[in-house]
């Protein structure tokens, strides 16, 4: 959720539609995502607030997706979105929606968006795909839902990368840590405590425990 919000913000968008799956998954997503909004417009009092207004629909409903859609489409947002020209300029606004969900949702989000004008040639786009979207659902697509689908950017999570500068000052101030070792164990468990030379494992680091199961835990 927080990780949406920061693109959101860092695009200069003022207001996020997130369309998601009724599950346990799709529930959790959104909520993340309204969470992460809440706190960055506390922390950003005097900056333009990022509303974000959520949308869900049955997993097994066809239907309930064309009212989600439907809904969407009547928020005041979307309906001030696209692109019009005064005195020679244009100024543009984006239709910002994050879709959460899976399957047959997906084809049948985009064909919906697609037939409700929601998603549309003449008005700027940003689609984001939750993680549940798979490569096989984006190339089930086809026709109008297919053209929509051009341009859509999937969320998904990656371990520790050298080109990500937390993960690049997690790793570096490692060793330093070692003075924290005692201090740690003090609130761990019996079988949870760090040996002596755990900070001074350089192997450590560079295996994929570290930059994989150690990344998202930290």
């Given amino acids: 959720g927080a990780a949406v919000v920061e693109l959101w913000v860092e695009l200069n968008l003022t207001y996020g539609a997130v369309l998601y799956v009724s599950d346990a998954y799709g529930i959790g997503y959104a909520e993340a995502v309204l969470v992460a909004a809440e706190e960055h417009n506390l922390k950003n009092t005097t900056e333009a607030q990022l509303v974000v207004k959520t949308f869900p629909f049955d997993a ?9 859609v439907e809904s969407l489409k009547q928020w005041e947002p979307t309906n001030n979105t696209g692109c019009a020209s005064e005195e020679g300029r244009y100024g543009c606004s984006v239709n910002n929606i994050l879709f959460v969900g899976f399957d047959q949702q997906v084809e049948a989000f985009y064909e919906k968006a697609v037939k409700q004008g929601v998603l549309v040639e003449t008005v700027p786009a940003l689609v984001l795909l939750s993680d549940g979207v798979s490569i096989i659902d984006l190339e089930r697509l086809t026709g109008v839902a297919r053209n929509a689908a ?8 990656v371990g520790g990368q050298n080109s990500n500068p937390l993960w690049r000052n997690f790793t570096s101030g490692w060793s330093a840590r070692a003075k924290y070792r005692d201090a740690i164990n003090e609130l761990l ?15 450590l680091m560079a295996s994929s425990l570290a930059s994989d199961a150690a990344a998202y835990a930290y």
């Fill in 60 to 68: 097994e409903s066809d239907e309930q997706i064309q009212r989600a």
């Fill in 150 to 157: 051009n341009g859509a950017a999937r969320i998904l999570a």
């Fill in 189 to 203: 468990p019996l079988e949870w405590q760090l040996p002596a030379d755990f900070f001074n494992d350089d192997a």
